[in-house]
Structures are given as structure tokens and as C-alpha cells.
């Protein structure tokens, strides 16, 4: 309450949170008088205590999510996708090109993400795009592409869903659906995603906050899908020497309040090709389930994002990392 | 160049240039070397120079955006809402309740906003929030009453469309569509509103840059609709006494750069009823074409922002600001 | 307290908080248990309690600050610089060169000042500059050449002191005190300012939260010197096309707060000299009781920020705007 | 140049560049004229080009600072602390108390620290502190103690310096110096240590960008002080559910452009204990040259940062890791 509310300003607020069936403990100090609310969260939300006279402030103490919480569901979630394991015992390495432009291209992107001992391929048939005058990727056709890849060269594939009225579409051709940076807050996406029985992977939205990002996957939880795997991938900040700063410690963060696996993306967070070993390796030291990582056969004539993607030594590195660090912090590389 | 890019580094990149139609001119320096491109910036987008040996950085001098940009159209256009103008002689004024929840809430508060001198009515029918446990909004059946209440009252209707597919529904009862914060970047749901024929506002992804801002009105414009009024609504910042930080300069610095119209949300962009007087002030004061403000007959009832809707006394200050300072910045009252 | 607090725990809390001399109101509930402190704020916060077994979160609820704040003092203090008074009722334009550089340029920059309607003249002898190859200030000299003109055009100096061992210096020439942004928490120069008795210009570090910047405040104050007026200058955002974003709001978000009076410097937050007219209209609008501008007779030989340095026309509609809007809000010009 | 400037303006840039002793080169294109110029830039400063009529923008290419940067001094320069050897081969842990509060705890802290592996011990003395209400450090008094510690435990100390005028009292205790966040734009303090013939430990500004770090770090070099490590220790952004963003990506971002070591604050940036272990894996596995951690005996009764101390099965598994990760690496433990 403010300082100078009135006994019957304060009696207000306690008789509606006691009318929506709530209780509320008054702790009277010699400057300030504290309200502690106790029950049902989102009816008090309805109550617009702040708006009441005589009240100077309303702090939530409580989670928003419930779902997704680690308060209701101790131990972490294990998510399979298509018979590939992701956290808490495994680290899963997923990589492949950040669009899919041709059946070659994605060809050659796979066999290199295979021997570089990732479980899943990646690759946009859907691509969102700052400018309407970049490549927007090949639509249907792209997941027809990545349908055949997987068939041959054996990794299930992950890809991303940019509209609710794809979602079957995709959820056709893909093993683990993806939701991207800018659609981390697209409702009827999540909602859409929520009903179709398919893993999906959550990235974090470069402007979300991490209780932001728990709240949009409940969003899909709700609709009864539990199988998601978020994915950090930078936030927005002042910082220009990089894309976007990656929020590394958001992986232990989630770990704390949530029992969903979280994975990194070291290549659209830094947008530079040398930073994604280093950020591969932190990735894995920090504890986080896998990482998501951007290769191309020849990246100077990638339609998108060339800059960052990995190709010939670079990705010799990464293979090692990948092998050699994950037994080190008690994952086998699944 | 890098410092120690060789000749046949800068060779290559000159020589790629040229092959894709472009010029390419050298300037040596003793410790650099700049080559200046001139050409089809998006052609040379896809050559990826980044990734060229010797390179060590490409800045880009040119706007990404043409139809939206004043360098293409240097005078100011207004937007017709039915009947409505909007800039650049105009201050617009638009209230109305943040959500549609009832009818005789919606009436009471379209008849606030008229008496208090708006020419526009807002209010949500579909309402996109972060918790999947607060209220959603109406739907079709908040748009009817959008629209009886319309005939009523006589003010042009401003509402939200957060999905590509109700676009027709919401064009068939609105007289201008609004695209979210949220879905500033949902470029399906601009290619969509793009292409419906109807006036739309665009509000300021709240992680925007003013640059990302204008490649998202061009989304719309490609498609044919230039009917186009930016909306300020406040970016994210470290600073937390105010939900978001109105960056009052965005209006300004778009003038500057297109030719279409702005105009300022000071309801969401503080979050605070205490804040929407002195921020509209500064609107009107800045040189926005108009303000969008939240009004709601009972804030402490409302199902959605309600310690920020305007009510009482509030409204009476905001009334005089709109009435008494557009004319001595040389605007008429729309 | 966390969901799985034992008993134990929640005593070990509230026995803490009583042996501190503070009371402890423990609220239970179905899944959390809430303790409200009430008692001496800065008492508590020694106590670690965030470090105890089975604290989820510490949450502070009242200010950290008391001698600034409005909630111990409600009445605004009016600032009085050497005649000129700050706030509540005046609006105070004061204007001069970024840098001292030369007598002619100063004194040059005094008359454009004064001509224009500014109360108080500012430049700058001690100039703190993120590259140790640019102009650092003429240091005494210039505070020499400043004192003089005053003398002449007759407007009291406002001016930058850098260093806690200059204070002395400064306040011997100066008639208000001019805390840099870079030095909103350098501890020992705020104690230093604060015992010296001459009024206090404290501008917003660009990283700093309103709350941080009023504990500054409080640094000051605790030295015995309340004649502190604020500056609003802009905070960094991810925004690129200003060279900080203006934070307009925090003008009547600080009158909410404390009883200081608080001035935008709208030169310094954009850093283009076509924002400053329409960025000072808007600050006059929101209540500010000030601002604080550059003007130089000369910005193409400007040695400091003369990108943003107002001559000729623009100044021209600043003198009007300074003239006739503060008026209509209530504020005679001081 | 703006799209319409005229010949006349373009001359008049050109000559005027020319006129300072440097080149330009004009790129001519159908909608735009960009002029390169090469030569002494800071001398380009102070040229002003952006008040001219006719030009739309000036880009900086070239890097602002010298001393400190890779191009120049292309081997990574290791530091040498009184026998402590920081990078480029070594990995360097650095622990001991946030601030010195008893001689028995400081010690304490110091055999916690030395046990753990640490090389050098760290500790304050002066403590800059947001809330004037808050504990400020023991000062000399501090100083004394931290010297007799080194000198029983065998561990070289790095301690803080807050002002300009303490920087050869501080020096006649301590083997290294920092400079804490809230002053690495405090000129006079960089200067007065670029002077002392000590190492030095910058920390970065939580608001800084990577560039002005390196600028900061410039200011001290420039005096003759090529001792300098670098610690990155979170900035500021959006999150709240740290106290800072880790920006983990700076440390190659720093390696690919400067020369100097960088090393990690895994307790400042997070500010909360959980996160300090994984936090400092991910540094070292993303090549940091050492980290720098808070350890308490008692954290419940520290008198600052107490949240973030490490204490019992957390030190261990920190010990551990700084034991077996580093060689995995490439580096040994200093």
C-alpha cells in the first residue's frame, strides 16, 4: 500500500482478494503496509489491485507457467525425436544448412553434419526474412527435399514452421518442428503446434525474457505437448561486434526452473563463422542438451546466412569438441 | 580489406562485383583498403563478400527499403480512414477500451473517446498475450459489436488482426486493421494485410530497430498497400520503472527517413495511467500525427491493461492537451 | 520461501529477521509461503537472507532512497543557481558550447545563448572523451575564460567537474556543478560534490536505472547538499539510429519519485542536430523543468560534438519554442 | 553524400579532406556517391564532415584505437603478476573474498582460495557501492590486511582502486590493480594506472560496448602500461533473472582484436551462486585466460555479494573443473 492509504483503502483490497475466494495477510510496518496474497494467481490477476486507491504497487511472487516447471515435474524431461534421445543423459549435436536452396547443397550439408556426428539435420524450407527482397526459401518443395535427404542419409530432420496453417504440412515431412525467433510470441503458432503430436523446438525470442519464453512454451504444452526443446540463440543488447549476445547463462537458468532440455545456437547468435567453435564449446561446459549449428558445402553461395556457417576446418574442430567434451561433464553424444 | 589482404584477394572481390553487374572502386590507404561498391545492393547481398578471403568487414551505406522511403517520395502522405486523415496536417486522436468485452463496456467507452475529441475508435477483438491463462479476446464476436457500436457512436474502427487467415474476416467489419508488436514481424500476416485494400497500422516490434520497422512496412507496400501509419509503441530497455521506454525520437527520425505517417501509444508503452497525459503531450509536442490511447468506463473491472486505461480526470487533461496543442504546432485537430 | 521450505527453514528466517530488531508476517499458502520484513530496510538487507536454505527470492519493496525521495519531502524544491530559479514554476533554458575552445568561440556561443532566451550558460573545460585521441578540454583555462564571460553577457556558468580533487577548482569559477554521465557512480566525486555547497547538475549515466540514479542523488544528498537538479541525457538501447535513446518518460517517472527538479539535455541523447528542436518541444511538453542545449557559432569547426550544435534557423524555432510553449503549461521562463 | 547533393558539396568535402593531408576517393553510382578517405583519422574527426551540407552519413572502417589492438602486435601478449604468468598458455584462477572485511575472514578466504587452485588472491579494500547506505570497505586498513595475507598464504593480490588520487597508495600493497565496472570511463583513473608500473585488470563497463573497452584499455596503454588484462563481467540488458548478461562471446570477439588476455567474472555477472560453476566451464572451454570468483567462509554474513559467494560442494566441483578442463584446452593451470 502507499504510505499514506487509509484503513479503508487497505480494507478494499483484502475484502475483493477474500471475494474471489483468495486470502490475503496484512503485515503492518511503521512506514509501509505489505498485502501478501496466497491462491488462485490468474483470478487475482482480473482483480486490477493496482489500479485501487491507496495501493502503490503489485509484485507477483509466483511462477506464470505451470507445465513447464520444474516446481510440478522434478526431473528433467528427456525428449525423443524420432528415436534421438535429447537431455539430460545425452548431448545432441544437430546441424545443416540454414535454408535448403538444392537437392545437392542439402545433400552435401547432411553427409557433412553426419560425419560430424550430429544425430539431427537441420534446414529451413520456410525462411523468415528481415527484407521482403531476400530469399524467402523453397516452401513445400524444400521439405520434399529434406524428406528424401533423411531417407538417405539416416538423421531425422528439424525444420521450421513460420504459419499455424502449415503446421500439418510440415509436421508431414519433419520429425521435430521448429519455432523461430520472431514466432516465439505468434500464439496460434504455439497453439498450432501444441495439437500436432510432434517434438517441436522452441527458440528463444531475441527479445524475450527467459520467463517469457517458459510462458510461450506453455502456450504448447497446454494444448498437451510436452515434447519441446528450447533453444537459446542470443538476445538483442547494445553490443554490435556480434549479431546478437549470447545469453549463455540462460541454459542453467532454464535447467533452475523448468524440466525441459534447452540447446544452444552458436551460429545465428554471433552471425560470425569464428565464434562458433568457442561458443560450441562453452555451450557444452555450460551443461546445455545440444547445440543447433549452421554448415554449407560451399558457404560464399549460400542464399542465407553464409557468414556463419561452418565448412572444412572450422568444422573438423567442432567434430572434436563434440566427441571429446560432453563424456567429460557426463553425456554420452546421443 | 584486412590489413593483409593480397592483391589477388582484392582482385577476386572486385572481379565477383563486376560479374554480377556491379562497380566496384578502390581506395588504397597505407594500413586499409576500401573498395566502394555501387550497384543493386541486393544483388550483392547474395555474393556473400563477408565470407571472401581478405575481407575483414562489409557495411552497407544504402536503406534496405524503397517504396516506404522519403528518398523515393519526398512528400509526407497522408492515410484516408474512412474519412479520417491522418498527417501531415492532422493530429489524429484514437481511444477506445484496450479489449472489447462487452457491448455496453464498448459503447460507454466509444462515447468517452468521442466527447474527448477522437476521430478514431480502437479496440481489440483478438487480443495476443504472453500467459495462455489470460483473457484472448472475443474474436468475430467482438468485431460485431466493434462494428453496431460504430454506426452508433460514428467513429471509424481501428482494430487488431493477429492471423493471416482472419484478415478478411477483420477487414469485412474494421476500417483499419492494426498488426501487433508481437507480429511486427509475422510476415505472412503482412504480405496478408498487404494485400486486403484496407488502411493499416503497424506498431513497432517492442525489439525493433527503426530500420526493421521500415522493412516490415515495405512487406505491406510490396504488396500493393501503402496505406500505412507507424505506431511508436515503446522498446525494450534495462530501464523497469516503465513497462516499456517510449522512444519519442522514433517519431522525428522517421520523418526523416519515409514518408509515411507515426503515431505514438503512450498507454502501452509506459503501462501507467500517471504517464499517458505527459507522454501524449510530448506526442503531440514531438510532431506525431496522432495518439492511440487506452480509455475503459471501469479500469479497476477491465479484463486487460487496466492500470493503464484513462478515465475521469485523466481524461479531461488529455481532452485539453488534444484540443489546445496541435494548433500551435501547426496542426488541425482530425 | 521455495515450494519444498521446511519448517526449520521459514523459523531460521523469521528468527533472523527478529534478533535484527525487525517484524516478520508469515502468509502460507497452498504452494508458497510469503514472509513480509518490516522494519529497517538497510538493516536487512546485511542479513543475506537470499542465502538462507529455502529462500526463493528476496524481494524489495519500498525505496532505497529517503533524502531525495518525495515520499519524506512532497513538495518540489525549487533549485536557485545564482538567481536563476529551477522548477517547479520556471521552465530554464540554458545553452552554450559543448567545449570551451577559444574566448571568441565562447563568448560567441553566450550571445547565441542569450539571444535565444537561456538563463544559464554551460560549456565544458573538462571534457571526458571515450578516445585518448580526442580534445580532453582546456582545463583551467578554460574555466578562466568561462568565469569572464559570464562577467560580460551576464549569464551564471554551468560546467563538468571529472575529478573529486578538481572540485574545488571548478566551484571557485562555476556556479552550478556539472556531473558527467560516464561519473553518475563515481562514489568519491558525488560525496565531493555534495560538501561543497553549490547547486548540482547529476546527469543520467546511459546505463543507469531511474533508482540507481536517484541513490546517486542520495550519495550527494547525504554530504548535506539537496540543490540537485537531474538530467535526463539519453540511455543506450539497441537502437542505432540515435546515439542513446532519449527516455522521455523519466521525467514525470522521476517527479513521481522525488521532489528534484529534472532537465533533458536534448542534444547529447540523439546526437543530430535535426532531433534537438522537435526532442526540446517534447521535453517542454512532458514537464520537464529545463533543458540544457549545445550551440556553437561555428559546428563544421566544432572540436566536440558539433554534429548536434544548434545554429541559425534551428535555433531560431528554438528560441520560439522556448518562448511560447512552457506557458501553456503552467511555467513562466526563468 | 545525401542522394541529392550537388558537385559543389562534393567538392567541398573533397577538398577539405584533401586540405588535412588526406585522400578521397569518390565511388560515383546512379543513386548515391560515397567518398573514401584515407589517412590519419583521428585528424578526420576533427573535420566534422558530418555538418556538411550534401553528406547523408560518415562510417568509420578503421578500428579507433592502436596500442592494444592485433593488428599491430599480432602474439597475444601474456602478464606477468609477480610471477603469475595470465595467458596465453596458461589458464589463471583467480579467488578470494568480494571485499576484506576481518583479517581472520580475509585469510579464511585465502586458504579457501589456495586450496582451490587459485594463483592469485583477489579482494577489495575500497568498495564502490550503488547505495550510499551500504557497507564501503575498510580502505588502507583493508590494504594492510590483504598484504600480510599474501605474504602467510604465498599468493599475489589484486585488489581494487576507485580513485586516482589512492592509485600509489593502493600500488604500494597490491600486485595488480583493477578497475572495476563503474569506472572504466574514468579517464583520470586510467591514466593515473597507466603511470604506475603494475599490472592492471579492466573490467568492462557494464554499458560498454567491446569497442570502447578496448578504447579504455587504450587510455592506459597510451601512458606506457601494456599490463592489462581484460575481464569481462556481464552488461547490462533486458534479463532480470540475472543480475547481468553474461556476454560470453566477448572473449574471442576480444582475441580476434586485441593482443591483451581476457579473463571471466562468473560471480559479478550472474550474481547468484548456482550459476557460478557452470558458468566458469563455459569460460574456459570458450578460451577465457582465467577466471576471477567470489569465495566466503560464511556467506551468510558477508558483507557484500554474499548471494554469489562460493563456499563447500560448490568450490569443489569449481576446483575440479578448473583442474581438468584448462588442459583439455591447451592450457596449463598458472
Not at 150 to 177: I, N
Request: glycine residues 8%.
Amino acid at each position: 500500500m502507499a504510505p499514506d492509504a487509509t484503513s479503508e483503502q487497505l480494507d478494499a483490497v483484502v475484502d475483493t482478494v477474500r471475494g474471489a475466494g483468495g486470502s490475503a495477510f496484512v503485515s503492518r510496518g511503521v512506514h509501509r503496509t505489505i498485502v501478501g496474497l496466497v491462491g488462485d494467481i490468474e483470478q487475482f490477476q482480473t482483480l486490477n489491485l493496482q489500479t485501487f486507491a491507496g495501493v502503490a504497487d503489485v509484485v507477483r511472487i509466483s511462477t506464470p507457467y505451470k507445465l513447464v516447471s520444474r516446481d510440478n515435474h522434478p526431473a528433467t524431461s528427456p525428449v525423443n525425436v524420432a528415436g534421438v534421445e535429447i537431455g539430460p543423459a545425452t548431448f545432441t549435436f544437430i546441424a545443416g544448412p540454414c535454408a535448403v536452396e538444392t537437392p545437392e547443397q542439402t545433400l552435401a550439408a547432411a553427409y557433412m553434419a553426419k560425419n560430424a556426428g550430429a544425430a539431427l539435420l537441420r534446414g529451413g524450407a520456410y525462411k523468415p526474412r528481415t527484407s521482403p527482397y531476400a530469399f524467402q526459401g523453397l516452401g513445400e518443395k524444400g521439405l520434399q527435399i529434406l524428406a528424401e535427404i533423411r531417407d538417405e542419409v539416416g538423421l531425422p530432420v528439424v525444420t521450421e514452421v513460420v504459419d499455424a496453417h502449415d503446421v500439418d504440412t510440415v509436421a508431414a515431412y519433419a520429425d521435430m518442428l521448429q519455432i523461430g525467433t520472431r514466432n516465439m510470441q505468434n500464439f496460434g503458432l504455439l497453439q498450432a503446434v501444441g495439437s500436432i503430436g510432434k517434438p517441436v523446438m522452441l527458440k528463444r525470442g531475441m527479445n524475450a525474457t527467459i520467463e517469457e519464453w517458459l510462458m510461450a512454451a506453455e502456450y504448447i504444452a497446454q494444448r498437451g505437448n510436452l515434447d519441446i526443446v528450447l533453444c537459446e540463440r542470443g538476445i538483442r543488447t547494445f553490443e554490435t561486434a556480434t549479431r546478437n549476445t549470447l545469453d549463455i547463462s540462460a541454459v542453467p537458468v532454464v535447467h533452475a526452473l523448468s524440466h525441459l532440455p534447452v540447446v544452444v545456437d552458436p551460429s545465428h547468435s554471433g552471425g560470425r563463422r569464428d565464434l562458433v567453435v568457442p561458443l560450441s564449446r562453452a555451450a557444452i561446459a555450460v551443461g546445455a542438451d545440444g547445440i543447433i549449428v549452421d554448415v554449407h558445402p560451399h558457404p560464399d553461395q549460400a542464399l542465407c546466412d553464409g557468414p556463419q556457417a561452418l565448412v572444412d576446418a572450422d568444422l573438423d574442430q567442432l567434430t572434436a569438441a563434440v566427441r571429446d567434451l560432453p563424456p567429460l561433464l557426463g553425456r554420452r553424444l546421443s
